[in-house]
């Protein structure tokens, strides 16, 4: 099978389990990083951060960024269509489901459920953001020192914007942008 169709295939999986939007996706790009050579662990820690500070849907972003990488400019088309086609497809039929079925105990009931699904997709997201950006195995592996485990620079800089996060109410493009400058200044 080749890149394209193995890229609208996945792409097009992705966008339909990943419930709750982009970040939801990250497991499952996570996975896809395992079963294809297309991008590291580490890569995709890059592609959620230039995936965050780009304008547009974080799913959108990544899934052209992998198809970039996998396949060019064509696979990037191709994989951007593949996440974009079920969301459209299911919300129409969604749509027009609700609009019949609005008031059903029924319907009411299945949204109820999904909720800990989508918490769970996030919650997931955020642990692999965390292992991939603040752990390094790879590192601690080849050297056998257990600080080589962690990312010290990373580890800093989560603890200041989690405590800038808290103390000071700013604008979440702020703290992305300190990020972004402090990890081009320290190169990590």
């Known amino acids: 099978m080749g890149v394209y169709l ?3 295939m996945e792409f097009a999986k992705i966008s339909v ?3 709750g939007g982009g970040l939801a996706s990250l497991p499952f790009l ?10 590291s662990h580490a890569e995709l820690a890059n592609m959620v951060a230039v995936s965050e500070s780009t304008p547009g849907p974080i799913g959108i972003n990544m899934a052209t960024y992998v198809g970039f990488t996998a396949g060019g400019i064509l696979g990037g088309v191709l994989a951007t269509t593949a996440y974009i086609l079920p969301s459209i497809f299911i919300g129409v039929v969604v749509g027009r489901f609700l609009e019949k079925f609005k008031a059903s105990p029924y319907v009411e009931a299945v949204f ?14 955020g642990f692999l953001i965390m292992k991939i950006s603040l752990v390094d195995i790879s590192a601690y592996l080849a ?6 485990l962690f990312n010290i620079p990373a580890i800093l800089l989560f603890a200041a914007m989690t405590v800038m996060t808290f103390k000071l109410k700013w604008h979440p493009a702020v703290y992305i942008a300190i990020s972004a400058a402090v990890g081009i200044a320290l190169k990590f």
């Open 6 to 8: 193995k890229l609208c």
């Open 112 to 125: 109820y459920g999904i909720w800990p699904a989508v918490c769970g997709l996030i919650g997931a997201a």
């Open 143 to 148: 050297g056998g020192a257990f600080l080589d």
């Open 17 to 19: 389990f990943a419930v």
């Open 30 to 39: 996570y996975a896809l990083s395992d079963k294809y050579a297309w991008y």
